[in-house]
């Protein structure tokens, strides 16, 4: 049973759900590697090197600076970052509830499952069943590990699920980019293209898409430790490219 990341309550108006908060994701065992000398096989170490007297620094020695110009520095302490903290909450703040559709892919991050508390399980399930009757998800701010998180609670199955959400300050425009407005297309062009398309369409299968590196690397290393010859996996066919003009 996985251990919560966050306790506390959905409000909104005066309806308050208590909730435990749960991660939704899971990474893979990651292979890990160390940086070894080629000569003997010894681990490579780094070093706390002073830049102007070329001395070791000891950990005592450091503290931390911000660069508001080139080669500039404004010395942060503990107590600068203590005061700068966000004040913890207990309470996902819902304060809108917005169509799902008008949410650009760009912001989503990080998904959460909400897990009722035997007291708000009644509550919860009103709030999934209205929040999938309308087709809206609430937006709303909380504080997880000292930092304030934008998030959009929606149903997810029977369960309610939180993703935090990217600011807005924090996603690129494409307006610098040399991306085109119009181009003179024929109607048959466009036509032929969405014929392309309907020949891919499918239902959306997550299983189906799986992470091959993480696979062939695992192998290359068993290989490599009974020492066989690694053998590559089999390259992919090279899809074939149509030129839709011609």
Known sequence: MPRPVWKGAV???????PVNLFPATRRQAELS????????????????????????????DIV??????????VLMTDEDFAKAKTESTETLE??????????????????????????GR???????EALEESGRVGIGTFVMRQREHLAALRPAGHALMVTTLRFVDEIRSAEDLEIPREEKL??????????????LADDWKPEQYKDTYHDAL??????????????????RKSARVVNLMK
Do not use: M
Request: charged residues 35%.
């Open 186 to 199: 024929a109607r048959k062009e466009i036509e032929l293209a969405k014929k392309l398309v309907d020949t």
């Open 94 to 119: 819902i304060r809108d509830f917005v169509p799902l559709t008008q949410i650009n892919l760009a912001h989503f991050e990080s998904p959460y499952w909400l897990e009722p508390t035997k007291a």
């Open 11 to 17: 409000t909104f108006g005066l309806v308050s759900v």
């Open 122 to 128: 009644k509550a919860y399930v009103l709030l999934r």
């Open 218 to 235: 695992r192998a290359a290393i068993e290989q490599k430790l009974e020492g066989k010859e690694i053998e590559a996996p089999a390259p």
């Open 64 to 73: 931390k600076g911000y660069e508001y110009e080139k080669g500039s520095f």
């Open 33 to 60: 590697f160390r940086l070894l000398h080629k000569k003997d096989k010894a681990p490579v170490e780094y070093k706390r090197f002073c830049t102007v007297e070329e001395v070791e620094v000891a950990w005592n």
